[in-house]
């Protein structure tokens, strides 16, 4: 297992950034519902989750 060397002491969370809002969010990202496969912030994910709901 091949580590890199750098802030090894950092938990590994690469800050990620919502193509929705723009905003710069760390952790799981939410799979949009719009196409099943953009990343976007958890914000946005229970947003989408909502609209879909209301839609309906
Ligand atoms: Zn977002």
Request: hydrophobic share 25%; charged share 30%; glycine share 8%.
């Amino acid at each position: 297992m091949g580590k890199l060397s750098t802030d090894s002491l950092k938990p590994v969370q690469k800050p990620r950034k919502c193509p929705k809002c723009g905003k710069i969010y760390y952790g799981y990202p939410a799979l949009s519902r719009e196409d099943n496969k953009t990343e976007v912030c958890p914000v946005c994910g229970i947003e989408e989750a909502l609209l879909a709901y209301l839609r309906q």
